[in-house]
């Protein structure tokens, strides 16, 4: 009878710690000196690994609105005040682990704009059934999003159509969640340096300053261009304050 209650009790032992318990893992991305990045600018991709295997446990998209602007940029923080509500955006990783694992968070934002995607990753171990829930995990990338707008790729201009020999050129530039850059705005203007290098034949022959237009996260400039040939234009974006960057690159052709 006592080998028959030992047994059973064994057996039932091996069987619980078999049991995978489902597990919960929020993670959320966030642009630096900036907000969130959620539906709106095309979400972050999500990978979650075990460490020890690198077998895939997780992968998605963050989804949801990129915050409150005024809790997130405009407010002091007390320690454990959260920085999020349920429409913030964010990916919910559910797990089902059976022991303590650490796992990789890998992230690559904004999906939706490859050129200025940027990657970044942590680790976190899991205990079975013990959730990460609110804010969750939260990984914070540098970097701005920055199109240049005109000339477009590979465009072919007659050198007799421009007028005075001069080019003009246009860029958009936004924060990495996507949010807006205008004058005296949250994001001001002012904070953002807007240069271009214009090579022809890949040599450089200039260096020049954009100025912010008036149209919200446009800057433009102009290009003097006094030869036919194969040009190559660079423009950057640098913001001190936050030390965030970016950078866009194409090339045109003048006949």
Not at 190 to 197: I, L, N, Q
Not at 210 to 233: D, H, R
Request: hydrophobic content about 40%; overall charge positive.
């Amino acid at each position: 009878m006592k080998k028959n209650i030992l047994l059973s009790f064994c057996i039932a032992f091996l069987s619980f710690k078999a049991i995978a318990t489902p597990t919960k893992l929020t993670v959320r991305v966030k642009a630096k000196d900036a907000k969130f990045i959620g539906t709106p600018i095309g979400g972050a991709y999500v990978l979650v690994k075990n460490h020890q295997t690198c077998a895939l446990l997780s992968n998605g998209l963050t989804s949801g609105s990129s915050g409150d602007t005024k809790l997130l940029l405009q407010t002091t923080h007390n320690r454990y005040q959260s920085l999020t509500d349920e429409k913030t955006a964010k990916y919910v990783a559910e797990l089902d682990i059976k022991e303590p694992t650490l796992v990789d968070i890998e992230v690559n934002a904004p999906v939706s704009r490859k050129g200025s995607a940027i990657k970044a990753s942590t680790q976190v171990w899991l205990i079975p059934g013990k959730d990460i829930l609110g804010d969750g995990i939260i990984l914070e990338l540098p970097g701005l999003i920055l199109d240049i707008l005109a000339p477009t790729t590979h465009q072919i201009i007659p050198l007799e159509s421009l007028k005075e020999k001069t080019l003009l050129f246009k860029i958009s530039l936004t924060m990495l969640c996507g949010c807006p850059i205008s004058k005296d705005g949250v994001w001001d203007a002012a904070d953002f340096e807007v240069g271009a290098v214009l090579k022809k034949e890949g040599i450089e022959v200039g260096k020049y300053t954009l100025s912010k237009a008036q149209e919200t996260n446009i800057f433009e400039g102009k290009l003097p261009i006094l030869e036919k040939g194969n040009y190559e234009l660079q423009v950057y974006a640098f913001q001190a304050k936050g030390n965030n960057s970016g950078v866009d690159i194409i090339n045109f052709v003048i006949q």
